[in-house]
């Protein structure tokens, strides 16, 4: 099968770099030498697959184990799909070139909704039935996880068993779950496999959909959820790892190409300090743990010398609230500056402290500065939990031009619960402020629709119909002196329905899928007329999930999943 790749396939693909599977420092096993296979799964393209850490962090700790292996694969390119079927041949992982139906467990990275079709997709192409229950002991184990897992059901037909929260301790449990258990699997019974499944659900973290029935009421809403037998559990926490003793890949994969954050990744703080009222990567990711500075140089000097990168970028949902970080940086710069080795930070606060920080780290090398003020006035700020003012705001920005940036990324949303005509108006003011003050200074801007997310004080709320959404767009367009950037009004809707949707919507997107979506994230590939067809011939409204505002005492399709005490119907 490789020499079939490397001769008769990538030939003719346009970035064969993607299926080498030959990057440095990439694990090869000898598969008559392990017990149990996993094929991780990314379900979009090499180039975000490989900026993944989690993905990478469940490669590391897979392949140090001797009795398992982890192999990856990402969806294929669109010329590559369409060699894979005209010439039959089945979906194939990087590392051994093995078809995926030869693994297994296939594990599905979930960070976005949009790509649920292509999850649908990669089975596909591996020749494995899409639904659950057409899966004998035969097929691999298909087990998903990642933020959309804090909403399960939409994909529950299709998905054999979900992790919740972190994954660093559950995947090691699951390996000897499996190991455990697969000599009763060889029948290929679905009785057997069923055994498993059962005994998947008892792993705390692990939510097993098949084996729970949700009943629904005449108006659409859930009635109830009932446990197939006792023993299951009736709801599932998450897990949550000690970050300073999980496990942490010292010698990360390189790609050798380029791809979305080709850097080394140096996770310092998973959670959130604040409590912003539309995030749902508190709940996700929460509670807040940070990793020492002494084991951050640790990770950090290991990962440099086996990977060569020259630039550290300090990861969390708000790094610049990590205690002590003036001195981390300080002590990263002073150590790596003088191999011209760069800091890093991802979106900032549009504070002065974290300006203060970004001026010290463009020391060594001026990387872009992104801000989300996420609101253009003072009080929808306040209501959505961002306590910044406009001063601030202003000065943190001038602080920068006058820094010598010329360039800045700022990310508003519209549709904010409460949101008013004056709050539109407000961004429009605060960008021209800006401009008004500093005439060479540029703006990229995104503007986002809210999305009322799952296991948020907003998750009962509606959200703003397309048409506002679409007008409030154009009209910022139109006025902000600024290219405008972001995804269509309607992805956003779709988005909404399948992180607030139920077991229902299946069918709807195994439709969607027959009719010829995927790549959803994709603004090229997005055909939101297709995904109106495939609601039509379900007869199933997708306004039921965005429009309608839930009662509190309502049980919700992921009232069954606890990321947090808070919310969870």
């Known amino acids: 099968m490789e020499r079939t790749v490397l001769d008769d396939i990538l030939p003719f693909v346009s970035k064969p770099g993607r299926y080498l599977g030959n990057e440095w420092n990439v694990v090869h096993k000898d598969w008559g030498s392990v017990q149990v296979k996993v094929a991780l799964c990314y379900p979009d393209i090499y180039e975000l697959g490989m900026s993944n850490l989690g993905l990478q962090i469940l490669y590391s700790i897979i392949n140090q184990r001797e009795d398992s292996l982890a192999e990856r694969v990402y969806a294929p390119g669109l010329d590559m799909e369409e060699i894979l079927k005209k010439r039959g041949i089945s979906l194939f992982s990087l590392e051994s ?60 037909d299709f ?24 000599s009763r699997l060889q029948s290929a019974s679905g009785n057997k496999k069923k055994g498993l499944l059962k005994a998947l659900a008892n792993i705390p973290g692990v939510y097993v959909p098949s084996l729970y029935e949700v009943n629904y009421r005449e108006d659409g809403t859930i009635e109830r959820m009932e446990r197939e037998e006792a023993g299951i559990p009736e709801r599932i926490d998450k897990r949550v790892v000690n970050l300073e ?102 979106s900032l606060r549009p504070d002065k402290f974290s300006l203060d920080l970004a001026i010290r780290i463009q020391k060594v090398r001026k990387t ?38 010329r360039l800045l990324k700022l990310y508003f949303m519209i549709g904010l619960p409460t949101e008013k005509e004056d709050d539109i108006e407000a961004i429009i003011r605060l960008v021209k402020e800006l401009k008004s003050r500093h005439r060479n200074l540029n703006f990229n801007i995104t503007i986002a629709p809210f999305v009322p997310k799952p296991h948020t004080p907003f998750q009962w709320l509606p959200m703003e119909k397309l048409t506002e959404l679409r007008r409030k767009k154009d009209y910022l367009s139109r006025r902000l002196p600024a290219q405008i950037k972001g995804h269509t009004v309607e992805s956003s809707f779709l988005e909404a329905v399948f992180s607030r949707g139920d077991r229902r919507l299946g069918m709807v997107l195994e439709k969607a899928w027959e009719m010829g979506c995927k790549f959803d994230q994709w603004k090229e590939h997005f055909r939101f007329d297709i995904w109106e067809e495939a609601f039509s011939k379900c007869s199933l409204d997708p306004d039921f999930y965005v429009y309608r505002k839930r009662d509190f005492e309502e049980i919700l399709p992921w009232s069954h999943l606890l990321y947090s005490r808070m919310g969870n119907g």
Request: overall charge negative.
């Open 368 to 405: 872009g500065l992104t801000f989300a003020p996420e609101a253009g006035s003072e009080r929808l700020r306040r209501l959505i939990g961002k306590e910044i003012s406009d001063e601030d705001f202003i000065s943190a920005i001038s602080q920068a031009y006058n820094a010598g940036w």
């Open 245 to 346: 003793s999980s496990h942490y890949p010292l010698a990360p994969l390189v790609p050798l190409i380029d791809i979305s954050q080709n850097r080394l990744n140096l996770e310092i703080q998973r959670g959130c300090p604040h409590s912003c009222r539309f995030c749902q990567s508190q709940a996700v990711y929460g509670p807040c743990r940070v990793r020492s500075k002494k084991r951050l140089f640790e990770i950090a000097e290991a990962s440099l010398k086996s990977t060569g990168y020259d630039e550290i970028s300090l990861t969390s949902l708000s790094s610049t609230d990590y205690p002590g970080i003036e001195e981390l940086i300080g002590e990263f710069l002073v150590h790596y500056g003088k191999n011209h080795t760069s800091v890093s930070l991802p």
């Open 159 to 182: 998905i054999d068993a979900f992790v919740l929260g972190d994954g660093e301790e559950v995947v090691e449990e699951i390996i000897e779950t499996y190991k455990n258990r697969s």
């Open 97 to 156: 070139k093995k078809p995926l139906k030869d693994f297994d467990i296939i594990g599905f990275t979930l960070q976005h909704e949009l790509s649920y079709t292509n999850v649908l997709n990669i089975l596909n192409l591996a020749k494995i039935p899409l639904r659950s229950h057409n899966r004998d002991g035969k097929f691999p184990l298909i087990i998903a996880g990642g933020p959309s897992a804090s909403n399960t059901e939409p994909l529950a």
